[in-house]
């Protein structure tokens, strides 16, 4: 999740080397949907139809931003998927092309729930999973069975059976994400005593992602990315512990949830299938934010002094 600082000195929210000139739309821009059908004469007619994406981990953070940046479009209806109902709510009312759903995504039936929604003949266009715990953030030596099970549950095993769930209502193009973190790579991140249980269950959904890009044959399209150290309650949480165990996070540097929210929309909409597919997307690449399309002036919201908040919440 944290890098090193001679990284971070390249992703300063306010840095020069984040604001990126607008590039050309490349040619996998999905635009409107449109649907060819029968019509009753035997000729074919057009007609446009939203596409449904679905995002967990809505209530908060990255995927509350990702569900925001899609629903601005009106080609879109977007399935917003955490257990936090007044959340969710307070997310439908600013738009009316959000869904909310409040769902355990550990729990069976609220699986079955999500997929509900597709009776009605919708088809998934994008699968953005976000939903993931650093919890417990307790050394390897005394973690419970319980709370470890609870963690891969949700950051391992829920992304593989949402996915089992909605296979039936994917298109031919469906792209899933899942979200990764540095600490899939020990030699970069490694926090003992702290985050033993994410970083095994980060690293367990990085093989699943390997598995699962050779086993669906492309539907869907399985993509990875990894966010890198975002202002969210996730990494607020790392902050926190991380201090009270006398360790220094000043050189952190945390950028703003809707910058990779932008950075998440373009890696699906716009790129092709094979670089959508063959990339483990970093949003502190600049080359990986270049060949997506990424552009921060789409911001709508106004820059946040994050290192300043940062060292307040330490
Ligand atoms: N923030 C970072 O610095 C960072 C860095 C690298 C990678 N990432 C990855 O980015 C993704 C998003 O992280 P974030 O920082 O945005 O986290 P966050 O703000 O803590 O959000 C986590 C989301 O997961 C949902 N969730 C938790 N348990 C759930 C459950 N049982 N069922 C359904 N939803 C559940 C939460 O909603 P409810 O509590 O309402 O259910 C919340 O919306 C994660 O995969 C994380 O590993 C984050």
């Keep these: 999740m944290f890098r090193a600082a001679r990284l971070l000195k390249l992703r300063g929210p306010l840095s020069q080397s984040r604001i990126l000139l607008p590039v050309p739309m ?6 409107r949907a449109m649907s060819h059908e029968p019509s009753e004469s035997g000729f074919f007619k057009s007609h446009s139809r939203k596409e449904v994406v679905v995002v ?12 925001e940046r899609f629903a601005q479009e009106e080609c879109y ?10 959340a969710l709510e307070k997310l439908a009312a600013s738009n009316k092309r959000i869904i909310p759903i409040s769902a355990d995504l550990t729990d069976e039936h609220a699986l079955k729930k999500i997929s509900h929604h597709f ?10 999973n976000c939903a993931a715990s650093a919890d417990p953030f307790s050394p390897l030596t005394t973690v419970s069975r319980s709370a470890l099970r609870m963690n891969v549950e ?7 059976f949402l996915l089992q769930h909605l296979l039936p209502y994917f298109l031919a193009d469906t792209r899933f994400l899942f979200l990764g973190s540095d600490y899939t790579d020990t030699k970069k991140t490694f926090h003992p005593n702290l985050a033993g249980t994410y970083a095994i269950s980060k690293t367990a959904l990085r093989t699943v992602v390997e598995y699962l890009r050779a086993e669906t ?15 969210t309650p996730m990494y607020n949480s790392f902050i926190h512990k991380m201090a009270e165990q006398g360790e220094s996070a000043q050189d952190w540097n945390p950028v703003d949830p809707d910058h990779v929210a932008i950075f998440i929309k373009s890696v699906l909409e716009h790129t092709s299938p094979q670089l959508y597919s063959e990339t483990d997307w970093n949003f ?16 709508v919201q106004p820059e946040v002094k994050l290192s300043a908040v940062m060292i307040r919440n330490i």
Excluded: C, W
């Design 217 to 231: 044959k492309h539907r869907p399209l399985i993509g990875y990315l990894n966010p890198g150290a975002t202002l």
């Design 154 to 160: 949700l950051n391992v095993l829920a992304p593989i």
């Design 56 to 67: 967990t981990g809505a209530s908060s953070g990255i995927g509350n931003k990702v569900v």
């Design 77 to 86: 209806e977007v399935l917003a998927i955490a257990r936090n109902k007044t």
């Design 26 to 31: 490349p040619a996998f821009s999905m635009g």
């Design 284 to 299: 502190e690449d600049k080359q990986h934010r270049d060949k997506s399309g990424y552009d921060v002036s789409t911001s």
């Design 119 to 128: 009776n009605s003949g919708k088809k998934a266009k994008y699968v953005i």
